[in-house]
């Protein structure tokens, strides 16, 4: 996120209509926590990866009310709340797992404390940010693990929001994905990108007459390793997949990089041009596989020779599960933990930490949520999961996209084996309330 | 989307790089036609209602590439193409269907023309806009109709990605939806703003010793009444529905603008509050429900006494189908159809519009297709969906929401009866290819 972004109208109206009515009975300036967690994790999954936290990190510094932004709330709030705005800049404290770690229901994954007025505001935002990114990271990972150590590629922007596309790119570097296609992800984050060619460019390249499909294609394909060079990836579908790896081996030569496969049915297409490039003694081509793939698809290939897989919708929609159903909810006000009572919905209140218990060779067994102050006795192999992240408004240290790449790959290798299996089941480990003592 | 927002990178590099290779050979040049389609509607929809286009349109003036952009993309492009990119500004036509107009498999409802180089680089960010408009549009229009007549408030911000929330509103709005709670897309696009409060208002009014919810709950409403007067909505089930209700009309007084229930058994909880309201002498009070509603469980309310509906996560991620699956398709080149062979993939090629056939009721009956300068004959009741929409780069009209809101419910009011079933089914109305003759 740019420095300059605007971000503090990305916010529901009910955040400033009770900050309005907390400021005129007093209440506004109680210390509070709010804590963010999911109830559950979407049917079926056995693990979530939490993403965003850098980015709203980063993002609450940018969380003031400009000219503009307060010209635009200011014709439903009153004098004294368009003052307090205008002069917002959130200093309180926010502590959490870091971004990149594993989390399961319960897990609170991140609390922010503060008076309740510089803590409501920040509810949507926390929530837009974690929600999404979360979503993808958590999707991503699943396919990373289902790739077995194959690189994946991030090509879905076209299949979402054109911001979020972003975004979504970031989160499945993180989860373990090798590139993106998106431009602006590479520019902003720094992740490689990726990109060859569409079916498109081998179609502009038809002309009338006697010429076949034969001659478009080995026009595109020689206007391709022109500019691209002899390592470049060749798309070998537009027209006929054998035609097209004879025609990607006769215009680029055998040391061609890779060609891609984005239709049809990808094993069988991939053992047969695997068969193709080795006779034609392009024995170091690489296959790259796109079109459809998800975690299930992405692990049906696992016996196949395909180098690379691309993958698109699936991720950047979280796979069935778009948003990753985190909540922010208020438990402490003034020492006070303070719950709610609906059925279904209750929170446990407080604010709390965790962490996590594991054997001695790493693989993790229970996670503990406990009343900050009151920690569980615990021996050897448990890791403190909530740390520090901003005091006083301030930064503590600036979000690290590799380390927290490095940490869902930590939290994956350290997971019980079932907790892996792609199939529908129950958290891979229990989360466990500890009573405060 | 605001005129300052840099959108050059919302990019897949393969589009640069495909312009590359088409600059060098001298194919950037040729005069392409693409269109995009969905080849199928989200399973089991029958219709769907196409947004973006005027996000799409209005983005399309900001693609450009400043210095920071051509700078982010100078480690992979040759001289020719970033002097290319440094003056590229889109100079081609665009047709296609108005915005709120419903769509069909196959219905052609944008074509881009001009040359390749300019063409091929708006793919990535049409898609984008539209995949993402039209997923939250179509999953909208179905909770309105299952509304009937009931508003319908969108609140899902926080369940997706920050700025698609801002997007997400606009599109729900679009169709039919009363408002929204996100301050940016009301200040953005006039949407009406909606919000009161949440539960962590109330529970701020916790107090130690001898207080009991009760107190905490009508100080609560006591505030945010002083706050926004007696039309508000209270919030009735932080601690318990009927608790709730009696608090909120003993501090607002018979007036109360409306109570909001967020969980439990919705339609047995309205029918309580109803009855209890009324009982109060609080028969204007309404009835605001909210919680995991999507399209079925609006319906599933239909026969009780709820006033407002709010809706959240399932209408910003399009209801099970958080993308559009449109896609963007070289049909012509140089005058020359051109198609794709792939399985399962083809695409008809040629600069196609379309038209919709409707019975003298308005019942529409049939959506042809054909190619741009060999309309079919037809007789009265034939509505052409093709028109203008730029020419030589210059928008023709500026988009307008209040209108597109208007052609939804005209289409909506056009489907032959069974295309409003929300149940599972083929699309409403055939979409059908008309031969060139």
Redesign the interface.
């Known amino acids: 996120m740019t420095a300059a972004t605007p971000?503090a109208?990305?916010?529901?109206?009910?955040?400033?209509?009770?900050l309005?009515?907390?400021l005129?009975?007093g209440?506004a300036s109680?210390l509070?926590t709010?804590e963010v967690f999911a109830r559950r994790l979407p049917d079926g999954r056995r693990y979530g990866v939490l993403a965003g936290t850098g980015r709203f990190l980063e993002s609450v510094a940018d969380f003031v009310f400009g000219e503009g932004a307060l010209a635009?709330?200011a014709d439903?709030l009153?004098p004294p709340t368009l003052d307090y705005l205008a002069g917002f800049r959130f200093g309180g404290d926010i502590d959490g797992y870091a971004e990149g770690e594993l989390y399961f229901p319960g897990s609170p994954v991140l609390s922010i404390t503060g008076t309740?007025a510089e803590c409501?505001v920040l509810?949507?935002?926390a929530?837009?940010?974690l929600?999404?990114d979360t979503a993808v990271a958590s999707a991503a990972a699943r396919m990373v693990s289902a790739a077995a150590g194959r690189p994946v590629i991030e090509?879905g922007?076209?299949?979402?929001?054109?911001?979020?596309?972003?975004?979504a790119a970031r989160a499945a570097y993180l989860a373990g994905f090798e590139g993106t296609?998106?431009?602006?992800a590479?520019?902003r984050y720094g992740i490689p990108?990726?990109?060859?060619?569409?079916?498109?460019?081998t179609?502009?390249?038809?002309?009338?007459g006697d010429s076949t499909?034969d001659d478009w294609e080995r026009?595109a394909f020689?206007?391709?390793v022109?500019?691209?060079g002899e390592g470049t990836t060749l798309l070998v579908?537009?027209?006929?997949v054998r035609s097209g790896v004879a025609n990607a081996i006769a215009v680029a030569g055998p040391r061609l990089g890779a060609v891609r496969i984005?239709?049809?049915d990808l094993g069988v297409l991939a053992r047969q041009v695997r068969a193709q490039l080795d006779d034609l003694g392009a024995r170091d081509t690489g296959i790259v596989v796109s079109g459809d793939l998800d975690e299930y698809a992405i692990a049906g290939l696992r016996a196949e020779p395909v180098d690379t897989y691309g993958v698109g919708?699936s991720v950047?929609?979280?796979s069935g599960a778009?948003?990753a159903?985190m909540v922010?909810?208020?438990v402490e006000?003034d020492g006070?933990p303070?719950?709610?009572?609906?059925?279904?919905?209750q929170s446990h209140g407080g604010r709390k930490a965790a962490l996590r218990l594991a054997r001695p060779s790493g693989t993790v067994t229970e996670e503990l949520v406990y009343r900050v102050g009151a920690p569980p006795e615990t021996g050897t192999g448990a890791r403190e999961l909530t740390r520090p992240l901003m005091r006083s408004g301030e930064l503590l240290t600036r979000p690290d996209l590799q380390a927290a790449r490095e940490r869902v790959a930590a939290g994956l290798a350290g997971l019980p084996w079932e907790g892996l299996a792609l199939s529908r089941g129950e958290p891979a480990i229990p989360t466990r309330l500890v009573p405060a003592r």
């Open positions: 971000v109208l990305l916010t529901d109206k009910y955040e400033l209509t009770m309005s009515a907390a005129r009975d209440t109680r509070t709010f635009a709330v439903f009153d309740f409501v509810e949507t935002l929530l837009s940010i929600n999404h090509m922007s076209r299949r979402t929001h054109e911001q979020a596309a972003v975004s296609s998106n431009l602006e590479s520019h990108a990726i990109g060859t060619s569409a079916h498109a460019f179609m502009l390249h038809t002309t009338a499909t026009a020689g206007a391709q022109a500019a691209l579908d537009t027209y006929d984005d239709s049809g919708t950047v929609t979280g778009p948003t159903g922010y909810k208020l006000v006070l303070v719950r709610k009572r609906s059925s279904h919905k």
